[in-house]
């Protein structure tokens, strides 16, 4: 048996691997930087397949797909992706579009490609990971926000086609907050709350993937506020979260 983990050289991606290595997964490890992704093989004490791919690509995706895919394949990971800080009018397009693709076009290419191949086996995971963010519009990362909605919401809708029809597979939705991985970085954020440890993130999502829950939020602080935001009118809400974000960046 084997998972295919995206974005694997760090943060959940990288303690997930250790994860399934421990239970007996044999691994297929996706990212653009080969060098992480094989020192992380030689610490593992299990089969490990390399592949260094940058997902904004959708060739690249397919070739993933094509390089991967196998019958011994029973669980997929998408958690390739980065965030962007900064006012809509200002974030730079290319990068921007390089984030829909890897937030978003990955996802779904790999989503669809892999669940043809688990419908026909009756059998297999899918874990999106996508964000707390999935729930509401971000003022001063609108267009991450944006693509971790598309990604909670497509990955509910096949969950439910696949319950009606009675496939036993499984998408599911990682939702964490705020984690302590490169992502802030990347984004040129500092989470203005303390973050989750990634370790805990991955074991939590795993945990909840191989029980089939379809929308997986760690912590019981976020649990509380997106339950929360239920009792604030739809309009206020994103001057709530253009807040919480103006915080991550003084700049601002």
Partial sequence: MRAI????????????AYILARKGYDLTLVARRTDKLNDLAKNLPVSCQIISADLSDINQCKMVYEKAKGKDVQILINN??????GKFSDTDLERELSMIQTNITAVHVLTKLFLKDFKKQNDGYILNVASSAGFMAGPLMSTYYATK?????????????????KINVKVCALCPGPVETE??????????IGGLKSSFVA????????KGKCVIVPGLAMKLTLASRHLAPEFLMPRITYHIQKQKNKNV
């Fill in 149 to 165: 909605n598309y990604v909670l919401r497509l990955t509910q809708a096949i969950n439910e086609e696949l319950r009606r029809d």
């Fill in 183 to 192: 992502f802030n970085n990347v984004a040129d954020v500092k989470f203005s």
């Fill in 5 to 16: 983990i995206t974005g694997a050289s760090s943060g959940i991606g990288k303690d997930m």
């Fill in 203 to 210: 074991q939590y999502g795993l945990d909840k993937m191989f």
């Fill in 80 to 85: 390739a992706g980065f965030g962007l800080f």
